[in-house]
């Protein structure tokens, strides 16, 4: 089992950055995939982005691409993400989640911390 720890989120404006982190804690964190989900009220739980074991693979959705950047830092088992060029359709609970799996057209996770609120407002 990995135990996920988020931190970093907040309101910001229009057009703003926010980082947010994960500490992982646990199983090796280097032998699996971890990455970012979100959920807006009303929604279902989306992927954002994620980053395989070593760092050299990325996913992001459609919808962050360009705008939002994950890294991992293997050492301090800590897995962050830069977003940039924020909209207020970013704002949503963003979950940090470890072992992604592929799923379909989309990926599900093993591990799920316990969420952090990011708010932008117009």
């Known amino acids: 089992q990995v135990q996920l720890v988020e931190s970093g989120g907040g309101l910001v404006q229009a057009g703003g950055s926010l980082r947010l982190s994960c500490a992982a804690s646990?199983?090796?964190?280097?032998?699996?995939?971890m990455g970012w989900f979100r959920q807006a009220p009303g929604k279902e739980r989306e992927f954002v982005s994620g980053?395989?074991?070593?760092?050299?693979?990325?996913w992001y959705a459609d919808s962050v691409k360009g705008r939002f950047t994950i890294s991992r830092d293997g050492t301090k088992n800590t897995v962050s993400l830069q977003m940039n060029s924020l909209k207020p359709e970013d704002t949503a609970v963003y979950y940090c989640?470890?072992?992604?799996?592929?799923?379909?057209?989309?990926?599900?996770?093993?591990?799920w911390g316990q969420g952090t609120q990011v708010t932008v407002s117009s």
């Open positions: 989640a470890a072992v992604l799996l592929p799923n379909g057209s989309t990926w599900s996770a093993g591990s």
């Open positions: 646990g199983r090796s964190s280097s032998s699996y995939a």
């Open positions: 980053i395989s074991w070593s760092g050299s693979s990325t």
